[in-house]
């Protein structure tokens, strides 16, 4: 019999970091058949989904396998579209659209709690990064705590002087080699240091620390930029293309600093070669990369110029 009180997080010394133990998460659903997903409507006289209507735009709910769970932060699931099939890049314009006010919504409640450090909007697409459900989805985990990753960019704030994304906007586009789209309110490029061959930023040209700050057009160059994006991922190896999607912005601890920007980390290096994370990465932390990012840069550029 597991004890309940050993389940939560655990501080790891050595590295500084928090763990989060959450082992009911190994009962959860995977990759069911079509028939039975969870994120589908409920149809009349049909099993019951997790979502109790027989169709829907765009829904969220409280993830039934939570990594975290009030009152020490929230996760949340945030199915795109009833259609069962499909991705982020095929939803209607509108549709994409709407996202963007979900997450701000979201990011708006869970960040008001008191117990929420930070929220992160997220999305895993693809088996090669260990999605469980095919059917087009995102995810929020609100933390109790600051992590990392955001922890990291705040630091580079100090260290530039200033609020670090704005200036690596101005770095790359004073560069423009490595720029793969730009629209009116968001440029996307592969960073000069990028980790993955085709990872890339997507930050906001104003200074927004969040979506509350956005105005309705670049909420709509948000969405447009993305879908443009991933579009053009997916037609880069002309197959879907799988990535991590995280949506960076404020911290929510009441300290105001951020700058707005969604990173994609796709684990491909070519058509069917994965990167993995091995000796290096893990061991020392250190990323090995046999791509340039200038040269994914023209690829993807290219890419998103032929699907849109
Ligand atoms: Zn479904
Ligand atoms: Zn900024
Ligand atoms: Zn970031």
Redesign the pocket.
Known sequence: MTDRSQIGQRYEELRGEQVVYAIDRQERTFLPPADHCPLCPTVPGGEPTEIPFDRFEIAVFENRFPAFRSPHGAAEVVVYTDAHTGSFATLARERAQELMWVWRHRYMELGARADVEYVLIFENRGVEVGVTLHHPHGQIYAYPFLPP??AL?LEADERLGGCA?CELLRRELSDGRRIVYENEGFVAFVPYAARWAYET?VIARAHRPSLLECEPAELRALADGLQALVRGYDGLFDRPFPYVM?V?QAPTDGRARGHL?V?LYPPLRTADKLKYLAGSEQGAGTFISDTLPEESAAALRRAIADAR
């Open positions: 990753v955001p960019e994304p930023h995280a960076h920007h990173e």
